[in-house]
């Protein structure tokens, strides 16, 4: 099993842990309110929702993943997702060493 599909996984475990949340409104929020530990974003995300959460992850110094498509994401997580964000510290950490 490679890298990428390990760290697929681990997005998986995340969401059914509740250590994920998911949607750009509540990802939103949770890079505002430092709950975030690492946001995924698609790779093949719109170009101003691309933009909006590097500016925002980078203004809150937490880390951004763009190495999946918005399939990717949302077959690990089983919704229809661009960007996800994880809370826990141990689960970000884990995902970050897989990269």
């Known amino acids: 099993m490679d890298n990428k599909q390990k760290s697929l ?3 998986g475990l995340a969401q059914r842990s509740g250590n994920l949340i998911s949607g750009e409104a ?6 505002r309110s ?5 946001v995924v974003l698609a790779s093949d995300a719109s170009e101003n929702t691309v933009k909006q959460f590097l500016n925002k992850c ?10 999946f ?6 077959k690990a997580i089983g919704k229809i997702r ?15 060493k897989l990269q």
Do not use: C, M, W
């Open 26 to 31: 509540l990802v939103l929020n949770a890079v």
């Open 69 to 74: 498509s918005r399939g990717d994401l949302s």
């Open 82 to 96: 661009t960007v996800v964000a994880i809370t826990d510290g141990g689960f970000a950490q884990s995902l970050q």
């Open 58 to 67: 980078e203004h809150y110094r937490i880390p951004v993943l763009t190495d």
């Open 9 to 11: 996984n681990l997005l």
């Open 34 to 38: 430092h709950e975030a530990k690492v």
